[in-house]
């Protein structure tokens, strides 16, 4: 969904950098959320915010932290990567009042070696 | 803990039948169910929403039922094309209340074959 981006679409590092990725939505939705998907594990929650002042811890919040910048911004850091963080991560927003419907950004390919 | 378990084996069709998938939760019955579709390596795209106190909901040529006794969800596509398959998610509120947070299934992927 192209109101809401993600940058960079891939990326590979190696163990022990710090990686910061992004997502910025046009939708002007108050909500947003960071997942992790792995085979076999389907989506992770890892954090989320429904407002530019409130920030939580979702289920696998560990060795992750989170800004939001703007309504508009919410950046993901892995402080120092390792390799079991390698997965798809996807940015989503929503809308409160709208039953939690959430809309997907194109995902992020993160490879630690 | 909350759970929602589909079948994680993938389910093949033939073209032109109805392809049925099964979502299942665990303790209380979430106020609403959801239904996304993701293709391969891209973000999950928002199908259909049911509510507690709906027993059906209809989009074109799909339909998902909600089944509280059962705890059950079943989503339909009639008259399945090929460029239906995909995997398909279920999804509940986590927790009680508009908690705002999701809990989703592995996902059950699809392969319509012409």
């Known amino acids: 969904d192209a109101d809401v981006t993600q940058t960079p679409r891939n990326r590979i590092t190696k163990t022990g950098k710090r990686i910061m990725l992004e997502c910025s939505q046009t939708?002007?939705?108050?909500?947003m959320y960071w997942y992790r998907q792995d085979p076999g594990l389907g989506l992770r929650l890892i954090y989320y915010?429904?407002?530019?002042?409130?920030?939580n811890k979702g289920e696998i919040s560990d060795g992750y932290s989170v800004s939001r910048q703007a309504q508009a911004k919410f950046s993901l850091s892995l402080e120092s990567a390792i390799p079991n963080q390698t997965a798809l991560y996807f940015c989503?927003?929503?809308?409160?009042?709208?039953?939690?419907?959430?809309?997907f950004g194109p995902g992020t390919r993160l490879t630690v070696l | 803990s909350q759970k929602i378990e589909q079948n994680s084996e993938a389910l093949n069709i033939q073209e032109g039948k109805t392809a049925t998938l099964t979502c299942n939760y665990t303790n209380y019955s979430p106020a609403y169910l959801q239904w996304y579709r993701q293709d391969p390596g891209r973000g999950p795209v928002f199908l259909l929403l049911i509510r507690e106190n709906e027993k059906e909901k209809r989009k074109e040529r799909l339909k998902v039922t909600f089944d509280t006794t059962l705890k059950q969800s079943l989503f339909h596509i009639t008259a399945s094309q090929p460029a239906d398959s995909a995997t398909y998610l279920c999804a509940r509120l986590s927790g009680s209340g508009n908690t705002g947070k999701l809990i989703f299934g592995q996902g059950t992927t699809l392969q319509v074959k012409p």
């Open positions: 939708k002007g939705h108050d909500r």
């Open positions: 989503a927003t929503s809308e409160t009042g709208t039953g939690d419907t959430q809309y």
């Open positions: 915010s429904f407002d530019v002042k409130d920030i």
